[in-house]
């Protein structure tokens, strides 16, 4: 069971209630898909060991044989190889490494040479169980999308899946939602966190992951997101009130689970929850070890 | 000379909308550009009235004709997105539109096709042109749109004698990010006391001075935690980054939000009269310099 945790808006709660659930579920997997930002460890404090590095092949040109044909700057459709009068120049961030320029290059001078572009690493925490993967992408570097799915390639089929994707709606947040089997939008109750959820609730249809939406807090702002969850018939699994205690706990880094138990039920029940609704859905999966009822 | 200041954030929620769109109002002379294309809210305070329209074309999807296609998988083996799958079928959210498939193909089966990939507008509203855009549901290339809003907002600045063009930015410090900061005169960083906000300001800021961008800082909601408001000031203080303003957490700013208005529009109360002093600040950060090759110029006229 995979389980995003996206929004449209930036700062609604993802990384909080990403972390807060992996604790709760308890011998889960928790990936920081946020690349840009990652931010689950903060709220861990684990040793973190790195796995691999994340490059994509850029190319290199031989100048001895290249003969300045210009067949490989017409071919980028990246605009990343530019034709000088002696030589010819490579912009490696412009380049998304498809390979072509080596395919199309009639003098073979064209070799590719790994760029690293970013980094995977993980952790586990001893007291949950839980094992933590993060990806984060190097200081200046455009592409996100690289690093977020080799950062998939190490989850576990056996096990639950708690994913912390980045905002927005664009390619970076396609790569995370799109592998997923559930999706939780985390909104705020204001006029920015409704026109950004639908703005989310749109993608994730296209991309035909069912979803729910948490509303993180709650009673702060109006009750436009509500009215339009149950015009949309989205199923709101949670509200986390607007309260200071988790607002100071968040800004100190410590998940809230930790400090106010009664959340850890709840979280758990959410899981349940998000259990019962796949299996209505799809019938392919079971919460084991977890009480079904909620 | 045409100013651009960009407000960002690298972690989102720490309210560069509220600042930027209460910039907007406060700006006398400026263009504004909403550069956070993939979920854009100035809008919902700036309430356009749109004059024009402009398609967006990103990445080049390739299409496969089964007619003329015989299975042979040179397209799938040579794909370095895996978006081309056994059965030939493209998935076109992982096609970045490199090519590979149309220049391999024996038979000629595949092409690149140019695909919109969203719209942007120039708008009038209330406190000037915004141009402001919407990325069609689960493109890519967003940083490409942030271009042409860009470009497009520096045309409207050049024609109509703008001296400034405010960008509302994205989160994050990827391709967007990149394409709303490069080439402007300022970053203003807004971040707020949490340590995901320290973490990300620090990203940020290293991205903002990797492109040799100057950057300020405002801090946001800085009695949530006052303790690490100081050590923000003390990280700008030791990397010589101004700190321009702390604001309070304040409810005021929802309520303005929920009532369609910035916030120095909706309230002169304590928190509006700070926007407007990280306005000031900014302002003569921008336009200082212009104004001392000015007197220079003078006085060497003068001599």
Redesign the interface.
Same mark, same amino acid.
């Given at each position: 069971m995979k389980i995003a945790i996206a929004s449209?808006?930036?700062?609604?709660g993802k990384?909080t209630v990403a972390v807060n659930f992996a604790l709760a579920i308890g011998d889960a997997q928790l990936f920081d898909c946020?690349v840009?930002?990652p #931010?689950c460890n903060?709220?861990l404090g684990l040793d973190l060991e790195k796995q691999e590095d994340v490059s994509i092949?850029v190319p290199e040109i031989n100048t001895e044989k290249c003969s300045l044909c210009g067949s490989c700057v017409e071919?980028c459709?990246?605009n990343a190889i530019a034709k000088l009068p002696r030589s010819v120049m490579i912009f490696p961030k412009l380049c998304?490494?498809?390979?072509?320029c080596h395919?199309?290059c009639p003098e073979n001078a064209i070799s590719e040479i790994k760029r690293p572009i970013g980094m995977i690493e993980k952790g586990v925490d001893p007291g949950s169980g839980i094992s933590f993967f993060q990806g984060t992408?190097g200081?200046?570097?455009?592409?996100?999308t690289p690093v977020i799915r080799r950062l998939q390639a190490h989850m576990d089929e056996n096990k639950v899946a708690v994913v912390d994707s980045?905002?927005?709606?664009?390619?970076?947040?396609?790569?995370t939602v799109?592998e997923m089997d559930y999706c939780v939008l985390v909104t705020?109750p204001?006029?920015?966190g409704l #026109?950004?959820l639908i703005?989310?609730v #749109?993608?994730v249809r296209?991309?035909e992951v069912p979803l729910g939406v948490i509303i993180n807090r709650h009673g702060?702002?109006?009750d436009s997101v509500e009215e339009y969850c149950y015009s949309e018939n989205i199923p709101i699994l949670m509200k986390i009130p607007y309260d200071r205690e988790i607002?100071?706990l968040?800004?100190?880094?410590i998940p809230f689970v930790q400090r106010m138990p009664q959340w850890k039920e709840k979280f758990r029940s959410l899981y349940e929850k998000i259990c019962f609704i796949s299996s209505e859905n799809t019938s392919q999966y079971s919460c084991s070890g977890v009480r079904n009822q909620w | 000379m045409v100013k651009q200041l960009t407000v960002i954030?690298?972690?989102?929620?720490?309210g560069k909308?509220t600042f930027t769109s209460s910039f907007a109002a406060l700006a006398e002379n400026a263009v504004i550009a909403d550069c956070d294309?993939?979920?854009a809210?100035m809008h919902?305070i700036l309430q356009p009235e749109i004059s024009e329209i402009h398609n967006f074309f990103g990445?080049?999807v390739a299409s496969i004709n089964k007619e003329l296609c015989t299975a042979c998988g040179i397209c799938v083996s040579?794909c370095?997105?895996d978006a081309i799958d056994s059965n030939q079928v493209v998935d076109t959210?992982k096609c970045?539109?490199?090519?590979?498939c149309e220049?391999?193909c024996p038979e000629d089966a595949v092409s690149?096709i140019a695909k919109k990939a969203g719209e942007y507008y120039c708008s009038n509203t209330r406190f000037g042109p915004l141009v402001h855009a919407k990325?069609g549901?689960?493109?890519?290339?967003?940083?490409k749109l942030v271009s042409d809003v860009r470009r497009r907002a520096s045309e409207l600045a050049e024609q109509s004698g703008k001296d400034l063009i405010v960008i509302d930015g994205?989160?994050?410090?990827?391709?967007?990010?990149?394409a709303a900061i490069t080439g402007t005169d300022l970053v203003l960083v807004v971040t707020?006391?949490?340590?995901?906000?320290v973490?990300?300001l620090e990203?940020?800021v290293?991205?903002a001075q990797?492109?040799r961008i100057p950057v300020a800082v405002c801090i946001n909601k800085y009695d949530?935690?006052k303790r690490?408001s100081v050590s923000i000031c003390e990280y700008c203080k030791d990397n010589n980054i101004p700190v321009l303003g702390m604001l309070p957490y304040d409810?005021i700013v929802?309520e303005a939000?929920?009532a369609?208005s910035s916030v120095v529009e909706y309230s002169g109360a304590k928190f509006s009269e700070g926007i407007r002093s990280v306005w000031n600040s900014l302002v003569s950060i921008l336009f200082q310099e212009e104004k001392e090759d000015i007197i220079r110029l003078i006085q060497k006229s003068e001599k």
């Open positions: 449209g808006k930036g700062g609604t990384t946020d840009e930002e #931010n903060l709220f092949a071919f459709h990246y998304h490494g498809c390979g072509g395919i199309v992408l200081i200046g570097e455009p592409m996100a980045p905002p927005g709606t664009a390619c970076p947040v396609i790569a799109g705020e204001t006029p920015f #026109n950004d703005l989310a #749109n993608v296209q991309l702060s702002g109006d607002a100071v968040y800004s100190e880094g | 954030s690298g972690k989102g929620g720490t909308t294309v993939d979920a809210d919902l990445l080049d040579s370095r997105f959210y970045e539109g490199c090519g590979v220049h391999v690149m990325l549901i689960g493109e890519e290339a967003s940083g994205p989160p994050g410090t990827g391709c967007a990010v990149i707020e006391p949490t340590k995901s906000g973490h990300d990203r940020v290293q991205v990797h492109f949530i935690n690490l409810n929802i939000m929920i369609g």
